[in-house]
């Protein structure tokens, strides 16, 4: 079974603050998206990379492939994303060519993914799983609250137990035509793919995640990866 990897790549990174698009802000003077290319494509399993670059930025995004040193082996689609994830991802799978049944879907926005992590995601697929989460216990706390007016405190409805959560990270990975139903059928807003498995009632599992797949969203994990590269640099 042959293994493609879609990147949504087309978000404004709001939180990041401003500046271009999040996924072409550079980690070591490289930009993160290439960084998450180069993960996905370090992957044996992976011979398709389908990046789904900002809406005007698919031109650029293509230049920045070609400029960057990526394995032969692995070949490259761009297209221009959507409005939200979950568009931008069903814009990627649009664009999968016929031949590949297994699909990685992963956040250019983390960048440092080990190739490890990878490989556990497609090997978990290929043993049957439809869906595969790299998940990983938390540290904090979780409170469920009551939704409050701007500025007023937030009364605390429960505490779930924290034994039973986990952060879930990408690549998440799937059996294509499973994914390609549920982006076809599942409406409503999802944070990410596997939900819309869930919603299908189709088993979802999980694979150990891994602490360097965090995802930059916030100005500090700019920090934070840019002191794991330096670190992978010595
Ligand atoms: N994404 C996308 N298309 C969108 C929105 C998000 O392809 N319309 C991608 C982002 O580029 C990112 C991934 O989905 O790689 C995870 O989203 P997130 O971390 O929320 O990134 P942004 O949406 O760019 O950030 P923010 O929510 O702070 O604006
Ligand atoms: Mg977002």
């Known amino acids: 079974a042959r293994t493609a990897a879609v990147i949504p790549a ?31 494509a370090a992957s044996r399993a992976v011979s398709l990379v389908v990046v789904v670059a900002p ?10 492939l070609d400029a960057h ?15 939200t994830r979950q568009e931008s991802v069903k814009l990627g799978l649009d664009a999968l060519p016929p031949g590949f049944d297994i699909v990685l879907v992963h956040d250019a926005a983390r960048p440092l993914v080990p190739v490890d992590t990878v490989d556990a ?10 869906a595969v989460v790299p998940a990983l216990p938390l540290a904090d706390t979780v409170k ?3 939704p409050a007016a701007p500025g007023e405190p ?4 429960a505490t779930p137990d924290r034994s039973l959560l986990r952060a879930v990270q990408t690549p998440q990975g799937f059996d294509r035509d499973t994914l390609v139903r549920a982006h076809g059928t599942v409406t409503g ?6 939900s819309m498995i869930e919603q299908l009632d189709l ?32």
């Open 121 to 130: 995601v497609v090997e978990a697929v290929r043993d049957g799983a439809p």
């Open 154 to 157: 937030e009364p605390v409805v």
């Open 203 to 234: 088993a979802v599992v999980t694979v150990p995640g891994h602490e360097e797949a965090f995802k930059v969203t916030r100005p500090l994990d700019l920090v934070l990866a840019e002191a794991v590269l330096a670190r992978r640099r010595l």
């Open 55 to 64: 809406p005007e930025g698919a031109a650029e995004v293509r230049t920045l």
């Open 189 to 194: 807003d999802v944070t990410d793919d596997a």
């Open 10 to 40: 087309a978000g404004r990174g709001v939180r990041l603050g401003p500046g271009a698009p999040k996924a072409l802000r550079t980690l070591g003077g490289t930009p993160m998206l290439i960084h998450a290319v180069r993960a996905m």
């Open 69 to 83: 040193a990526l394995p032969d082996r692995t070949e490259f689609v761009v297209v221009p994303g959507g409005e």
């Open 144 to 146: 469920q609250v009551e």
